[in-house]
């Protein structure tokens, strides 16, 4: 690894945007592709991040630190991708449930699959669930995730999911939920393909149904 | 001489100070000293049924009919790591079982970190009541509590969504919970997540617990002022607390006879 790729990964872990985005920026002055930039800097440097987070080194305002700067990096390079690149892995729509508005989680996921070559319609925060049915059948999304942290509003995973069946749509996408009090077991009893406790989960159980479809 | 444990969160301690102070079947009422128990061994110093111990240990059942308390309470903000909020209910619910027939828990699901309870504990002898909805279901945290039910909670989150919830426990820790909740340093750190987080709105709730309306009215306007969020108010209750003590206590009876 070059050194300048070092200074990316840095500039990530320790959440310096402007440090993230001039070592990007040096990076394709000098040539990189930008994906050789997302999975030799962005990713490795999000990949530390979590470790700590899951550590207990890193708490969340040096998650949201380190997610911006990898955004920061992310939004020069988003540009120069080719549609194949950027959304080859498919489509999925992402949102947090209605009633509940911490979309930190959320929008860490969305960065993160998005720099992996999804498409994202993200869909926001206290989003009804009225229109997460009008959207899968509208957009037809491969993947559905689901986002809540609070316990009283995992009941509109649920109602979202009986709102896709309601509208015959239920089997045309992957539904993946998430957030601090969701687990797999409530993610079988209301009906969802999966649960993924953090990015990284996420991004694999996104590429196993990419890999599925093909 | 039957015996009540309560075991609930330093968060509850009025609306549990509350509860004991009107309930007066108890004919004494033991708290286990720490410094997260001082608040409710404070409001109830003027009641003399009230006795301090320095530890379970030295708890003695007194002699004759008639039913007793053992309280114990534990710090706030274990919620926020699961394995705390588990390693510290258990411990002591398994404690508390040694010299009570029933326990209450001032605890709800607490981030789901509860949700297991039933199985953690099946080897514990004891009823061990969980404070639920009025249709049965575990109540989720100590602000679904106070509001009456998690129905409430919805209701006001369709209203507002970014609307942080302000109880009388909310006001005496807040700095305190942020602070580690968040992992932040200070105040302003704690502002610059909010800001992110979309909060717009302080719900007081008030309910008859035995705390200072005055202190509680200005600290709820200190944290709504902090973050620059719209204070509103409204009313909640007690009755979900009330009725799993009457709950804890029946069970408590029939296992002490």
Known sequence: ?214 | MTVLGILTCEVLEEEISYLLLREKEFIKINIISSEHSSGIAERLSSDARTSVLQDLAEFQPSPGPGMEVIVEVLNVGLHMVKKELQDGVFTNIRKLREVCDGLLLGYGLCGNSLEYLEEEIKDVPIPVVMPTNPNGSRIDDCVCMVLGETQEYLKEVKKEAGTWFVTPGWVKHWDTLLLKELGAKDIKTVKWIFDKAHYSRALKINTEGCYDKQVYAAGAKAFADTFNFRLDEREGSLQILVAALDRAKNLARQKGG
């Open chain 1, 1 to 214: 690894m070059t050194l300048a790729y070092q200074k990316l990964i840095d500039s990530i872990v320790k959440g310096n945007e402007d440090s993230a985005a001039e070592e990007t920026q040096g990076l394709l002055n000098g040539g990189a592709e930008p994906m050789q930039i997302i999975n030799g800097g962005l990713i490795p440097g999000m990949a530390i991040v979590s470790e700590k987070y899951e550590k207990k080194e890193y708490y969340l305002p040096q998650m949201m630190l380190s997610a911006d700067a990898f955004y920061a990096a992310f939004v020069l390079l988003k540009p120069l991708i080719s549609a194949d690149q950027i959304g080859g892995k498919g489509t999925i729509m992402i949102g947090v449930v209605e009633g509940d508005i911490h979309d930190i989680g959320k929008n860490l996921v969305k960065t993160v699959l998005e720099a992996n070559g999804f498409s994202i319609i993200d869909m926001g925060r206290d989003v009804p669930i009225e229109d997460y049915v009008d959207k899968v059948r509208e957009l037809k999304p491969d993947i559905l995730m689901l986002s809540t942290l609070m316990t009283p509003t995992m009941v509109n995973m649920q109602r979202v999911i009986d709102g896709l069946k309601e509208e015959g749509v239920r089997e045309k996408v992957k539904v993946i939920i998430g957030g601090g009090p969701v687990s797999l077991p409530f993610a079988h009893k209301i009906g969802a393909d999966n649960y993924a406790d953090n990015e990284k989960e996420a991004v694999k159980l996104a590429s196993q149904a990419s890999a599925a479809r093909g």
